[in-house]
């Protein structure tokens, strides 16, 4: 059948958040095209949407991808023939392997009518709060967002983020983070839960499923209430966050950059195996000398909505329109900052 090369793409791009590097589970890096739909799966994130391939079979995600980035043509000519998935336009055939048993247990995933409108808001506060969230998979519980029916939340042990808001949820629910935030940028509009998963569907008929915890998750809200020295973090810091990320974000896994603050001055750094930045900038705080660390994304996001921040024993809060972030601090040297 004739498809458009561009509309095929898009289709898999949407769904390859599902996919697996290894097969986790068998097929589990492969596009499943299966009764009108492709779908995705690794034991912790399932995608489907209506598929502009009318075929059935389990074809490897990889090749097929880069093959048809690689092709010009607006349209090409996909069939299955003798176990392989063919992709013809005028001389240029390519043949990729086609399981056309499916075993990727995609049934597995239990869906539900009850869809409900999901608070435009949500996206934006998975998108801040998930940056908190652990990556330990020792302490399970902190490696999730907690999504509760007035608030969402993340906290990794050093760090805490809580987004107020309206959520929509009628209990309390657990969601890995390097899962859930996922959903950022594919314009969800549509929640609904089933006993295991979570599930999210956009405009465009793709539907995002994640697997739900219901583990008891630790009461924050002291953290949030703070007070201390006052201290106004100086303008121009976004600028600097985005030359010290250069260096910082050499490792995606633990890519942060560090906050010494004191009296008077404040000195970022960002390092990395390539190099490192460092700015001093003048500010307003008169307190003891502290120091923390912090995602160079979300401290820009801070930044770009609050100025204000208090700091007390052992602990910065910095209060935005829309969320409160906590961060613990370490006391350093009380010497004078100089840019090494």
């Known amino acids: 059948?004739?498809?458009?090369?561009?509309?095929?793409?898009?289709?898999?791009?949407?769904?390859?958040?599902?996919?697996?590097?290894?097969?986790?589970?068998?097929?589990?890096?492969?596009?499943?095209?299966?009764?009108?739909?492709?779908?995705?799966?690794?034991?912790?994130?399932?995608?489907?949407?209506?598929?502009?391939?009318?075929?059935?079979?389990?074809?490897?995600?990889?090749?097929?991808?880069?093959?048809?980035?690689?092709?010009?043509?607006?349209?090409?000519?996909?069939?299955?023939?003798?176990?392989?998935?063919?992709?013809?336009?005028?001389?240029?055939?390519?043949?990729?392997?086609?399981?056309?048993t499916i075993s990727l247990p995609i049934d597995n995933v239990t869906h539900s009518d009850d869809w409900r409108p999901l608070h435009e808001d949500f996206a934006d506060a998975v998108d801040i709060v998930s940056q908190s969230a652990g990556k330990n998979d020792s302490e399970f519980v902190l490696t999730c967002v907690h999504i509760s029916p007035d608030y969402v939340e993340a906290c990794d042990n050093y760090q805490m983020t809580r987004f107020p808001l309206a959520t929509g949820f009628e209990t309390d629910v657990l969601v890995r983070g390097a899962s859930i935030k996922q959903i950022v940028g594919l314009d969800m509009t549509e929640f609904s839960e089933t006993d295991n998963w979570l599930h999210f569907r956009n405009p465009a008929g793709l539907v995002y499923s994640t697997?739900?915890?219901?583990?008891?998750?630790?009461?924050?809200?002291?953290?949030?209430?703070?007070?201390?020295?006052?201290?106004?973090?100086?303008?121009?810091l976004v600028e600097a966050v985005?030359?010290?990320?250069?260096?910082?974000?050499?490792?995606?896994?633990?890519?942060?950059?560090?906050?010494?603050?004191?009296?008077?001055?404040?000195?970022?750094?960002?390092?990395?195996?390539?190099?490192?930045?460092?700015?001093?900038?003048?500010?307003?705080?008169?307190?003891?000398?502290?120091?923390?660390?912090?995602?160079?994304?979300?401290?820009?996001?801070?930044?770009?909505?609050?100025?204000?921040?208090?700091?007390?024993?052992?602990?910065i809060l910095i209060k935005s329109g829309k969320f409160v972030y906590v961060s613990c601090t370490g006391v350093v040297e009380k010497r004078e900052v100089a840019v090494a």
């Open 1 to 100: 059948m004739l498809v458009s090369r561009d509309l095929l793409l898009r289709c898999l791009d949407a769904v390859s958040a599902g996919l697996s590097k290894g097969d986790i589970v068998e097929q589990s890096s492969c596009f499943v095209f299966k009764q009108g739909m492709v779908c995705t799966y690794n034991d912790e994130i399932s995608c489907q949407m209506a598929s502009p391939l009318d075929i059935e079979g389990a074809v490897a995600a990889a090749p097929l991808m880069a093959l048809l980035q690689k092709l010009s043509d607006d349209h090409v000519n996909v069939t299955i023939e003798d176990g392989e998935l063919l992709v013809k336009k005028g001389t240029r055939r390519a043949g990729i392997r086609c399981d056309q």
């Open 211 to 236: 697997r739900r915890h219901l583990d008891e998750y630790p009461d924050l809200a002291a953290f949030a209430d703070t007070e201390g020295e006052s201290a106004t973090l100086p303008p121009g």
């Open 242 to 315: 985005d030359k010290a990320q250069i260096f910082s974000s050499d490792d995606a896994a633990s890519d942060q950059i560090t906050i010494d603050l004191r009296p008077g001055k404040l000195l970022l750094e960002g390092r990395g195996t390539s190099g490192w930045y460092q700015e001093m900038k003048k500010v307003s705080y008169n307190g003891d000398p502290v120091k923390f660390t912090i995602a160079p994304k979300l401290l820009r996001q801070i930044l770009l909505k609050a100025h204000d921040c208090e700091i007390a024993t052992g602990r």
